[in-house]
C-alpha cells in the first residue's frame, strides 16, 4: 500500500512546488477545523493535525494564526466536505476530496477535468470498493530507537503495518483508528511529521510513461482547482 500512496505524495509535491497553491489550501483546512470544533488545537485535535500537516510544509506562523483567526469571523463561507469518484483515461480511477462553498461551481468544475480527458464522474459509491481507507502517520527515523518495539506498542491503537522509506518511517492503520494511533505516538513522545487519511488503492494499475503523461494532465487541472483538497488514484 506504501508504494501506490508514496507516488501519488511524490507527485503532488512536485506539482504543488508553488506556495501560492499549497498554502490556501493547508489554510483552508485550518479554518475549517476550527470553526467545526473551536481554535484551540489542545482540545481540537482535527486542528492540531491540521495546523501539524501545515508546519510540515514550512508554512509561516502567521499564515496558520490567520487561518485559525478566519474561524471566527462572521463573514467566513461556510465550506462543505464533498466527495467525487471518476474514471480517466487508461482505466485509472480517481477519488476527488473538496471542501466548498459552492458545490454547484464545484461539480461543474470536476466534471469538465474528467470530460475534457475522455473521463467521467461516477455516481458517489462507485469506486468505494476499491480504495481502501487508511490512516497514515510519517515520522522521523531518526526519533524511533527500536521499530519493532513501536509497532508492538502501536498494535492495540489500531496499527497494521509499518514501512520505513529512506529516513521517513510511515505508520498505516484502519481509519477509524487514526485518533488511537496518534493518541498512542503522544504518549511515546514522538512527533509526527505529517498525518492524514489515505484512500489506497486494493488494485493498481501500472501505466506506461505516455499514458501517465495523459493522466497527469488531467490530474494537474483537478488539484489545481482551489476547491479541491485531496486525490486518490489507482496508479501503482
Known amino acids: 500500500m506504501g508504494r501506490a500512496f508514496e507516488y501519488r505524495r511524490a507527485a503532488k509535491e512536485k506539482r504543488w512546488d508553488k506556495m501560492s497553491k499549497l498554502f490556501p489550501k ?25 495546523i501539524q500537516n501545515a508546519k510540515a510544509e514550512n508554512m509561516p506562523k502567521d499564515n496558520i494564526e490567520n487561518a485559525i483567526k478566519r474561524a471566527n469571523q462572521k463573514d467566513i463561507a461556510s465550506f462543505s466536505e464533498i466527495i467525487y469518484e471518476g474514471k480517466g483515461p487508461h482505466g485509472v480511477l480517481v477519488i476527488v476530496e ?7 461551481r464545484t461539480v461543474a468544475n470536476v466534471k469538465s477535468y474528467f470530460n475534457k480527458a475522455g473521463g467521467q464522474v ?12 487508511k490512516s497514515v502517520f510519517e515520522l ?31 505508520v498505516y492503520g484502519d481509519y477509524t483508528s487514526f485518533g488511537a494511533i496518534a493518541q498512542k505516538l503522544e504518549e511515546l513522545n514522538i512527533d509526527v511529521k505529517k498525518s492524514s487519511l489515505q484512500r489506497i488503492a486494493t488494485s493498481p494499475i501500472e501505466l506506461s510513461e505516455d499514458q ?22 489507482n496508479i501503482a
Open 26 to 50: 493547508l489554510g483552508k483546512a485550518i479554518t475549517m477545523a476550527a470553526k467545526e470544533s473551536g481554535t484551540d488545537p489542545t482540545t481540537n485535535a482535527k486542528l492540531r493535525t491540521a
Open 98 to 104: 473538496c471542501a466548498t462553498d459552492n458545490p454547484t
Open 122 to 133: 461516477v455516481p458517489n459509491g462507485s469506486l468505494e470498493f476499491m480504495f481502501n481507507r
Open 140 to 170: 522521523e527515523l531518526s526519533n524511533i530507537n527500536d521499530l519493532e518495539e513501536l509497532e508492538f506498542s502501536l498494535i492495540d491503537a489500531g496499527c497494521d503495518e509499518i514501512e520505513v522509506n529512506e529516513n521517513t518511517v510511515y
Open 212 to 233: 501517465m503523461n495523459d493522466v497527469e494532465k488531467m490530474l494537474d487541472k483537478i488539484e489545481d482547482d482551489d476547491d479541491i483538497q485531496q486525490v486518490f488514484t
